[in-house]
């Protein structure tokens, strides 16, 4: 039977099917197939939701039981599932979730099931572990490395890690965990491999909050305790005590002896909001994203679907773990892009938490300074409550925004920072201020170009310039990570000498501000300059203690740092994110550079915005620069109903991708001409065309886009399209549904 045309008869209860031995049981396994398998049950029968372990061919592989096995053909030709695993069965309202989010997103359920068992080691037995711990004894005299070791186990109090995992969090050898073993600064002892997390006090008092906080968050721990579904944006300008505010929301929902998922944009803000937990309920929660270790992520999996773990805080991938009484999700910084998923299942993790807490009766919070035009919408529409903070925690007010308008500004070529800027950055040293300029592109810069013949470097394997990284001394593409030398020659001419940078990254950026600025202390942030978590934290905590000028950065800036001493903000290009056909390129630029501006001024000294352009007049500039979001938001919406774009359309983006172009363009051509089932609910159909980035990782791939009315059966018209369409070869067909990007 095929997987989607059945789903666990459980869903949405707790009352699960018990199946004896032998009987016929329906398995859903992680392979790929386009079925569900027929098993016998095994040695002491299973239950509906148990994982198991099951024969396919000479492999044993994950499965989960979905239901009662198909019947009318000999018994004797089944093979018996192996055993059960030793976890909490997946319960009916996650296989519901499971199947809803792959109907949505036209994903084969042997993916979702994939996505909601991203653990390693669950058909292993449970065993026990030789851990490490601290002993409190400090040696007298400390190598760096051994300091470093030292240094990571405060960072992590009680925490026991295996030789080799704190060996890789220390960046050292694992010679040198030995070596304190030996001195007694650690203690090995036996534990077993996933146990329990320290407990959460929900009765630990919290920060006192102001007025206008203790309202909201009022709301947000009355639609708690109603035990009923919800969605709550909560908007707060930068710096207002949002996160204090939904704190007192997870609070009321660990005392309901309920679950919660915090999700975070990025891993880089994960270890300060731990911090941040740990001193609001007396302990750690627990991890889920990749900086987390194989032995962790397992723990963690297993712990939440014994309801062992009573707060989780992770990346959008965390709302697939399998949860016991999820009570409350918080989606901080909403409006991020990297909550959509752009590989393999293709969702949004703010739509999808939304979903979910529909299925389970829990509240879901969207927070942020700027939220997305969808969420928006949805307050607009009775859909989503609304509560908003509009002044910042404490003495801090908001900070005064101004453009500078570069075709007055005498500046030299070479040179990205006007000397109004240059000035204003002056005056801040002088006070022992802080400045940060800001930049939205990694690297040294975005293309280099021989001088002689006007070639730019490529990528061999992607239609994508590569991108200078002066500090690693090499060429890399952002699309698939292939890197290469700086060529002294030109790879087309031949001529040598004349290969010359284009456009400033933040490395270059970097580069003039040491020049402008020799006496300055400086420190650049951004992604790909750290070379671990723990690194990139160092740093931020770095420079919150003022042991910084000048902060020059990426986008990673703009997410959720307090930086006390910064007073001042320098957009160096605002009209970056202006072009272009991506019908969100306002609403992203408007929350880019708001966000940014945010930093400055968070503590007493008022701070200011400095905003580069050469378009002082354009309308996301004026939006951003008065402060009327609301204005902004409904010019924004109106030229979206106008388009029938969303959120008051429906967009779907196919991707037909091969290594010969032209049967990738032969099928596009062939997709559009047979578009019927589209065409029977009002959908069009636009392309093929090439993509932007026309061939990645040695792929050509060709785009189609679906437009529709926002009421339209897409994903049913969509599957009945397809279905005209068997792919065969190397041809590959992704659907996208509500697209975040274009590329």
């Known amino acids: 039977m095929p997987a989607r045309q059945m789903k666990m008869s459980n869903a949405g209860s707790d009352v699960a099917r018990r199946f004896g031995a032998g009987e016929r049981v329906a398995v859903m396994t992680t392979q790929p197939l386009d079925r569900i398998l027929t098993y016998k049950a095994p040695e002491g029968g299973c239950v509906q939701g148990d994982y198991v372990e099951a024969p396919l061919g000479p492999r044993k592989v994950l499965g989960v039981v979905w239901g009662p096995g198909e019947t009318g053909f000999d018994a004797a030709k089944l093979r018996a599932v192996n055993k059960v695993l030793d976890v909490a069965p997946m319960r009916g309202e996650m296989a519901d979730f499971l199947t809803r989010v792959g109907d949505y997103t036209i994903t084969p359920m042997n993916h979702m099931l994939r996505l909601a068992t991203r653990a390693p080691g669950l058909m292993d037995p449970p065993s026990m572990r030789k851990v490490l711990r601290a002993t409190g004894f400090r040696p007298n005299r400390l190598t760096d490395a051994r300091a470093k070791v030292i240094a990571a186990m405060d960072d992590n109090p009680g925490a026991a890690f295996t030789q080799t995992e704190l060996a890789g969090l220390a960046d050292v050898s694992g010679s040198v965990v030995k070596g304190l073993v030996k001195l007694g600064a650690l203690r090995e002892e036996d534990a077993p491999r996933d146990m329990p997390y320290p407990f959460l006090d929900p009765l630990k008092p919290g920060k006192t909050l102001t007025e206008d906080q203790g309202v909201a968050a009022r709301q947000l721990t009355d639609a708690v305790k109603s035990g009923r ?15 204090e505010v939904y704190m007192e929301a997870v609070a009321a929902c660990l005392r309901k002896g309920r679950q919660a998922l915090v999700l975070l944009p990025e891993i880089a803000l994960t270890s300060e909001f731990l911090k941040r937990v740990e001193e609001r309920f007396g302990a750690r929660p627990a991890e889920w994203h990749s900086g987390v270790t194989m032995t962790e992520r397992r723990r963690c999996w297993r712990m939440i679907g014994e309801g062992e773990a009573q707060l989780v805080v992770g ?240 986008q990673l800036v703009a997410k959720g740092h307090n930086f006390p001493h910064l007073t001042l903000v320098g957009v160096i290009d605002a009209d970056l994110g202006l072009q272009g056909s991506d019908l969100r390129a306002a609403e992203r630029s408007f929350q880019l550079i708001r966000q940014v501006a945010g930093r400055a001024g968070r503590s007493e000294a008022r701070g200011t915005a400095l905003l580069q352009t050469f378009q002082p007049e354009h309308p996301v500039i004026r939006a951003i620069l008065s402060g009327d979001e609301e204005k902004f938001w409904r010019a924004e919406a109106g030229e979206r109903h106008h388009a029938g774009v969303p959120p008051y359309g429906r967009l779907a983006g196919i991707v037909i991708s091969s290594p010969d172009v032209q049967a990738a363009f032969d099928l596009g051509s062939d997709m559009a001409r047979r578009d019927g089932p589209l065409r029977d609910i009002g959908a069009q159909v636009f392309g093929p065309a090439p993509a932007p980035i026309a061939r990645v990782r040695g792929r050509h791939r060709v785009r189609l886009l679906i437009k529709a009315e926002k009421s339209a059966p897409i994903q049913a018209a969509i599957r009945k399209w397809l279905t005209q369409f068997p792919v065969k070869g190397d041809l590959r067909i992704q659907v996208d549904i509500d697209p975040q990007s274009f590329y």
């Not at 579904?229 to 996160?243: A, D, E, I």
Request: proline share 5%.
């Open 315 to 554: 990346a959008r991938s965390a709302l697939f773990l399998p949860f016991r009484d999820l009570g409350l999700i918080i989606v901080d910084e909403e409006h991020d892009n990297s909550y959509k998923q752009e590989d393999g299942v293709l969702y949004s993790a703010r739509d999808m938490a939304v979903l979910r807490a529909s299925i389970v009766d829990a509240q879901v919070v969207l927070a942020s300074a700027t939220p997305s035009l969808e969420t928006w919408a949805n307050c607009e529409a009775g859909k989503y409550k609304r509560i908003e903070l509009t002044s910042r925690y404490g003495p801090a007010v908001l900070p005064d925004m101004r453009a500078i308008d570069m075709r007055t500004e005498d500046l030299p070529s070479n040179s990205w920072i006007s000397p109004t800027l240059k000035s204003a950055i002056t005056a801040r040293i002088a006070k022992g201020e802080q400045s940060l300029l800001f930049i939205n592109r990694r690297g040294y810069a975005p293309v280099t170009i021989c001088r002689a013949c006007g070639h730019q470097v490529g990528c061999d394997h992607c239609d994508a310039r590569m991108v200078e990284h002066r500090f690693q001394k090499r060429l890399v593409c952002h699309q698939c990570g292939e890197t290469k030398p700086m060529p002294e020659v030109c790879p087309d001419c031949e001529v040598e000498g004349k290969m010359a940078p284009v456009g400033p990254g933040v490395e270059r950026l970097a580069e003039e501000v040491t020049t402008s600025f020799p006496d300055a202390r400086i420190a650049v942030l951004s992604s790909d300059l750290f070379g671990s978590a723990r690194a990139l934290k160092a740093e931020i905590e770095r420079i919150a203690a003022g042991e910084a000028d000048i902060i020059i950065g990426t």
């Open 229 to 243: 579904y919800g969605t709550t944006l909560l908007r707060g300008v930068t710096g207002s005590g949002k996160t």
